[in-house]
């Protein structure tokens, strides 16, 4: 009965720790806050990917990450960059009907939210 009620208590935890809790993250004005939560930090940025997909490349170099592959068009556009420490960081945008990029930012197998929350900072401070 005990190793029972212990392996659900496991197992609730393990459930929690992987769903993780959403958190919203300051934006600039005129930006609908970005959302992170289960590891991947999500925009939704005002601009056309002919803008995000430059600024996010210039955003991994200015922060000394190694891309490994990159691939665009004018409806998605995909980065994958290394850190320092060998973490791979994957970048992920979507055009929208609305004229917007759906951004993603996913650090590790498990996501870090200080990792995401600067390169989504840096993507951000080069489209003003």
Known sequence: ?????????LILFLIISVAGCRTRIDAPQGHKPPVYGMGELRAELPYDM??????????????????IE????????????R???GRKIIIKMDTTAEQTVKTSIRVGMFGDRTKSVLIYNQIIGLLK
């Not at 190793?3 to 659900?8: E, M, P, V, W």
């Not at 430059?54 to 190694?66: F, S, T, Y």
């Open 1 to 9: 009965m005990i190793a029972t009620s212990r392996k659900l208590v």
């Open 50 to 67: 002919a803008k995000v997909f430059p600024a996010a490349e210039r955003a991994v170099d200015e922060l000394g990450l190694q891309v």
């Open 70 to 81: 990159e691939s665009a068009d004018a409806l998605a556009g995909q980065l994958v960059v």
């Open 83 to 85: 850190d320092s420490q």
